[in-house]
């Protein structure tokens, strides 16, 4: 059979890449390989060499310019210097591809900022929604309840029943789109998969905290129409076990953590389709 | 060409920072404002056209969906005051260089030539009626930090918007003459001591008149003739010898030559050396006791301490200090203090991955009053400042913030105390070689990595060996940048897994100086080129070079045939690395500028030549008003009174601003409970995710009881970090201790009068770290001392009372064994595991009354030690629900505290509560807010009942309550009345409202 490899992009910045790295090896997948960026512009790494990208959670460039704005611009007009392609071209050949790209924290950031989500249409590169400063106006290290929506075309999230409970760790995690027009769009394409919500995953809420930001709708996670391009604020890397569950000393809970669901689809995906 | 972007946000998008600022306004400078706006300026230098300037702005420098620009002119409208801040020249400022990065990177080809440098400063549109004199308070009270920062305000009724701000640009413009003084040090004893006020060398007489007995030595300046110098010092070797020398890397104080009095009993001793007397052979003692079992592997000679984590890797510790340069740039100062103790684990053997952080904070309240003395930031400004510093410098280099406290006195207005504390990770060997030991060889070359040089934080280190004053020097503070040291750490811990290098270390204090100073005792001397080193910009003198304290920067040894490959994965991974001269075994410490030699000297004088110094103590245990004040009638009014205290509320607000999970190892955070907002005694991690082996992580400190005696303040800190980790799983025998003084200055002086005693308080302290560290098993592994917490402007003067903290980490064997401090279900047992004694001395309690008291709690060891060995046997055979230690406010306080943190009520009886002491001294005030130490509050479910009493057999507990579904704290007092009844909800109430909203 063939061999389903995951690649977790590193450097200038990002610091979840262990732990998703972790969570891609638990999921299944027979090769993980973590490559700093730099690996990526010397054309010792290529992407058409894996299925599943991981843009994992960090501050890439210190978020100096708003979060992960220096990376999207860096990820646009870099060239690889091997053959001086764009870095870029190669990640629009990795989606055409029907590829998976897991965006998570500071990777939905930037996913959403060079304009590969929510990308209606298929336009990729125009940044129509962006991911700005929490309306409390801090930095907020919390557990969240997600809701999610079956609906949705995600790759990532199915089999989940109702929700899955995972941490954010951001202080722009605010989710807010160019008009009216595409939230609409991104709501009757079903592309909003996880909402902040009450804890029985009832109802999506706008209140502080269980809505830690702010966002439009309660948007914590989005895909594309074709469901392989995912960003989500929320960490499911930093819930893999039970002792990260922030009761796991007085609740009954499984031994595998909610956010190994979504690697494990990825997992499954690659297997079944490339 | 000068060029100003300006960046704001759209209409109708919520601007997030300046409500924030808006509320500050109000709440703390007290002025009615409307509305804040914030804008963000980029000033860029460069031959940039107007089409470009506009992409620029569009492009990587706004963002297109809620963000407007404006290219040289106003973006800001519609208010009062407008009030622009930025950098004053040379401070650092990490988004003006991704700034410049990203737009060169957008321009690519097309730039050409052109050379650009972007600048950045915020601006705040304020609406509202505050006149200029409001303007200017908002601008220097809160926004501004003068001393790195300048401001610009300008009235609505005169702004032009098309004309906007004029561009400044904030350039260090130096000189290129290079400069090597040379001092004449054979002059009287009154001269030599204005030669080192004047250079703040912070040398005594003694120290100086050892200098100039070295440039005497006639075999010494026949040596240096042949390097073109003489009998007269280079400034550069005063320097280097004044940094080396300085109290901060020498801890003078620590080895000082110590006679000791005690007046009551009039025992006269001497001590030579606290650090080897007792915090060095306490260590000693227990490794010997320990024998071959002895899991220690790297102390005190490194900088950090190295112990064995499991068969394949080794654990990294070390916790610093970095009050000064905080009491000056609060946010600077603690950012350098986070990034800054991350380079003592990484600079630590062969380099170890950094997997926690942990922070104590000791401040003077918030909410203070009273007018302040000259150049003392208001107690919020420290607050707020260290508080984001941290925030940053923790959360962007990926390191969880896994547990931390603060601690508040009014003292602390003199010099905040800022405690960072960085764990780390390492296989225990790499390359068939052990990674905890340190070698350098002559031949290996000297290579610097990481930042450049500029003049920030020049005198760092001779600077915090002296008392803070109003003319404190501006460039000892720095501000770090934790990106840059992220890629540095990055490129290293893949250089060190390849083998690209022998040795490393960081550069803290003292720069170049110290970093290869130190290497080079291992080879035995050094040839360094400073004219070599890249410099942030012109007109840096050598000494300056070499005593920079620039962040982000590491020194290495790396051999000749390694080089080619170091550097070129250096500059594949953007990470600058320059040769800077070869390791030796000259025996000189031999500086060069270019091909001129500016310092030549002697490695065992540099490093060995300091004269002991010699400090008399004298001990009168002072003594205090006795609390005379009735029992409160309502207990528990006092008990929501004590949930309130400033060191006992919750500091909510602070943890969830810091990222304790990252890493994915995160097993006890630092809030735990039903909804996750009760304080957890101590951290637990897995630093390897595939293993369910964990590290726990605990602090000690309790600076009140130093008003009493500071042998119980250092006894009860480190049981108070012993009885956290043993609370949560942790275990007697894998634990290891990591002591921090910091100290008001001990050496009497005209300006220290009581000098004497303060010397006789640091011996107790020391004393009992050697006790009690011996009792408990507890080896010291790395340690450090700040010796100067005082203010003086020459008038007033702030001394912080004497503090030791005590941090531990250990292992857990398996953290799925772990407890936490929430009580579980109704119907569970409490227990409270040792005796309470009338030891309300230096408590919360008294200290809420305006009393300090005498009966400090004291530690009994060999109680403790057979208790704690008893509960973690009951923890390993999962027989308990909850634990919580006791500290500050006692019994009523974790009471109240695992009741809502579990979100159940809690019925107890003092009368069931065991008591030490006579009976006339048993009263139920005593009994809740004793702060008697070794003790845990402990609940257990009825069917382990018997289980656990049997484990805890033969050791001081009892049972006193039982855990309920009322939602009601009931305590019964001793005559059988109800002394204490609150909802769970008021009593949370009172501990989250005081801090809720900093």
Sequence with gaps: MKQAKAIVLTGNGTNCEMEAAHACRLAGFDVVRVAHISELLYGEVLLDDYHFLNLTGGFLDGDDLGSAKAQANRLKYARVSRDNEHLVDQFLRFINDGKLILGVCNGFQLMVKIGLLPALGGEYLTQTATLTFNDCGRFQDRWVYLKHNPASPSIFTKGIEKGIYLPVRHGEGKFQVDSDHILERIESLNLSVLKYSDSAYEAPTMEFPLNPNGSLNAIAALCNETGRLMGLMPHPEAFLNRTNHPRWTREKLPEEGDGLILFKNAADFVRSNL | ?998
């Excluded at chain 2, 280099?397 to 990770?425: H, M, Q």
């Excluded at chain 2, 590491?554 to 390694?562: G, I, Q, S």
């Design chain 2, 1 to 998: 060409m000068v060029n100003r972007i300006e960046v704001g946000f759209k209409r109708g998008v919520r601007d997030a920072l300046g409500e924030k600022v808006r509320r500050r306004i109000v709440e703390h400078i007290h002025l009615d404002v409307e509305k804040v706006s914030t804008v963000d300026v980029f000033t860029v230098e460069g031959d940039l056209g107007k089409g470009e300037l506009k992409a620029i702005a569009r492009g990587p420098l706004s963002d297109p969906v809620i963000q407007r620009y404006a290219v040289n002119k106003g973006l800001a409208e519609d208010f009062d005051w407008l009030i622009e801040v930025g950098f004053r020249s040379g401070v650092t400022d990490n988004v003006g260089k991704t700034a410049r990065e990203a737009i060169e990177l957008f321009l690519g080809e097309s730039l050409g030539e052109r050379a650009i440098a972007v600048y950045t400063s915020r601006q705040y549109a304020v609406s509202g009626r505050v006149g200029r004199e409001g303007a200017e308070r908002i601008a220097s009270g809160l926004l501004a930090n003068d001393l790195i920062e300048r401001y610009e305000v300008v009235s609505g009724r005169d702004w032009d918007r098309e004309k906007g701000m004029p561009a400044y640009v904030p350039k260090v413009v130096g000189e290129n003459d290079i400069l090597v003084a040379e001092i004449d040090l054979h002059v009287s004893d009154d001269e030599l001591l204005g030669i080192s006020s004047e250079r703040l060398l912070a040398l005594n007489l003694e120290e100086m008149k050892a200098i100039r007995r070295y440039f005497r030595d006639d075999t010494v300046v026949e040596e240096r003739r042949r390097f073109g110098l003489g009998e007269y010092a280079t400034d550069v070797e005063l320097e280097a010898l004044a940094q080396t020398w300085s109290e901060h890397c020498k801890h003078k104080i620590f080895n000082s030559r110590i006679t000791y009095l005690e007046e009551a009993g009039g025992k006269a001793f001497v001590i030579d050396s606290l650090f080897h007397t007792y915090i060095k052979k306490s260590t000693q003692e227990i490794r010997e006791r320990m024998g071959k079992d002895d899991w220690c592997l790297s102390v005190f000679v490194d900088n950090a301490g190295v112990i064995k984590f499991n068969d394949d890797y080794s654990l990294v510790f070390k916790v610093e200090t970095h009050n000064s340069p905080s009491a000056l740039d609060p946010y600077g100062g603690a950012l350098t203090g986070i990034v800054g103790v991350n380079r003592d684990p990484f600079g630590t053997g062969k380099g170890a991955k950094l997997i926690f952080n942990t922070d104590v904070f000791c401040f003077a309240p918030p909410f203070y009053d009273k007018p302040l003395p000259k150049r003392i930031l208001h107690p919020r400004r420290i607050y707020e400042g260290v508080r984001e510093g941290v925030e940053h410098g923790g959360n962007k280099s990926g390191i969880p913030t896994i547990n931390g406290c603060i601690v508040f006195d009014e003292r602390f207005l003199g010099k905040p105390l800022v405690y960072c504390g960085t764990g780390g990770i390492m296989p225990a060997r790499l390359h068939g070689r052990p990674t905890h030991t340190k070698e350098v060889r002559p031949g290996d070359l000297i290579v610097m990595t990481g930042g450049r040089i500029g003049k920030d934080g020049i005198h760092g280190a001779t600077f915090s060996s002296e008392e803070l004053h109003e003319g404190s020097p501006v460039t000892a503070v720095q501000i770090g940048d934790p990106i840059t040291q992220k890629k540095m750490t990055d490129f290293l811990l893949l250089a060190r897994d390849r083998d690209l290098y022998r040795a490393i270390t960081d550069n803290g204090a003292g720069g170049l100086s110290s970093s290869v100073g130190e290497m080079a005792r291992l080879s035995g001397g050094c040839e360094l080129d400073l004219a070599k080193a890249p410099l942030k910009y012109a007109g840096l003198q050598p000494w300056e070079i070499l005593l920079s304290e620039a962040q982000e920067r590491m020194t290495l040894a790396v051999e000749p045939e390694k080089v080619d490959a170091f550097l070129s994965l250096a500059r594949k991974m953007g990470v600058e690395a320059t040769v800077l001269g070869r390791f030796t075994d000259s025996g000189r410490f031999h500086v060069l500028y270019e091909e001129k030699t500016v310092a030549y000297l002697d490695m065992a004088f540099l490093h060995d030549g300091v004269p002991q110094l010699e400090l008399r103590a004298r001990w009168v245990a002072p003594r205090h008003e006795e609390a005379a004040f009735p029992e409160p009638s309502d207990l528990g009014g006092a008990l929501k009174t004590m949930l309130s205290r400033l060191n006992i509320c919750s500091k909510e607000s602070v943890v969830r601003q810091y990222d304790h999970e990252v890493q994915g190892g995160s097993v006890i955070k630092p809030l735990t409970g039903a909804v996750s907002d009760g304080p957890s005694d101590a951290a637990v991690i897995r630093p390897l995710l595939d293993s369910f082996e964990g590290v726990v992580v605990a602090n000690g400190i309790c600076p009140r009881y130093s008003d009493i005696d500071t042998y119980h303040m250092a006894a009860c800190a480190i049981d108070e970090a012993v009885r956290n980790t043993i609370a949560v799983g942790g275990s007697l025998g894998n634990i290891a201790g990591l002591d921090n003084f910091c100290w008001c200055d001990p050496v009497q002086s005209e300006k220290t009068p009581d000098g004497e005693y303060k010397t006789a308080q640091l011996v107790r302290a020391n004393k009992a770290l050697f006790d009690y560290c011996v009792a408990f098993g507890i080896p010291l592994i790395s340690g450090k001392d700040s010796m100067k917490n005082d203010y003086f402007d020459g008038v007033t003067k702030i001394s912080i009372p004497p503090t030791v903290l005590f941090s531990v980490i250990g292992k857990i064997e398996d953290v799925r064994m772990a407890v936490t401090m929430d009580v579980k279900r109704p119907g569970d047992l409490i227990y409270l595991l040792g005796k309470t004694a009338f030891e309300l001395g230096g408590s919360e309690y008294y200290a809420a009354k305006g009393y300090v008291g005498n009966r400090v709690p004291r530690v009994d060891a060999a109680s403790a030690l057979v208790r704690y060995r008893a509960y973690h046997e009951a923890v390993c055979r999962g027989l308990v629900a909850s634990c919580h230690d006791l500290s500050d406010g006692g019994l009523a306080v974790a009471l109240a505290e695992s009741a809502f943190a579990g979100g159940l009520g809690m019925a107890v009886d003092l009368g069931r509560v065991m008591f030490a002491g006579v009976s006339c001294d048993r009263a139920d005030e005593t009994l809740l807010f004793s702060e008697s130490a070794s003790r845990h509050l402990v609940t257990v479910r009825p069917e382990n009942r018997e289980m656990f009493e049997k484990a805890m057999e033969g050791t001081c507990f009892s049972r006193i309550g039982t855990v309920t579904e009322d939602g009601m704290l009931t305590v019964t007092g001793i005559d059988g009345n109800t002394v204490v009844r609150g909802t769970l909800s008021e009593l949370k109430e009172a501990w989250q409202s005081p801090l809720r909203e900093l």
